[in-house]
């Protein structure tokens, strides 16, 4: 069964990290490259980084340089490493594959950067 867990998330003041992790079953990690997607209350959900299947990566600009994406073909799992956390990042996050495919989509996990 296709399915996509994603965790890590929480509330953190400005300037901290996160690190989020997403759990794919072994059919999506193996044959697609994997994003991680960020949806903000009353916003339409937009990628924020992308890693192919040989570890080449992408990044949404406002986040290039404080996020970083990974993947561990081992163990069939996505990061998202997020440093200097800035307001404006608060959304939830989701990972899925990359271009969408048409996969269920995970319940995601909530980042809310507040002081």
């Known amino acids: 069964q296709v399915q996509l867990v994603e965790s890590g998330g929480g509330l953190v003041q400005p300037g901290g990290s996160l690190r989020l992790s997403c759990a794919a079953s072994?059919?999506?990690?193996?044959?697609?490259?994997m994003g991680w997607y960020r949806q903000a209350p009353g916003k339409q959900r937009e990628l924020v980084a992308s890693i192919t299947s040989g570890g080449y990566t992408n990044y949404l600009g406002s986040v290039k340089g404080r996020f970083t994406i990974s993947r561990d073909s081992a163990l069939n799992m996505v990061y998202l490493q997020m440093n200097s956390l800035k307001p404006e990042d608060t959304a939830v996050y989701y990972c899925n594959a990359y271009p969408d495919r048409g996969i269920p989509w995970g319940q995601g996990t909530q980042v809310t950067v507040s002081s």
């Open positions: 072994g059919r999506i990690f193996r044959i697609y490259d």
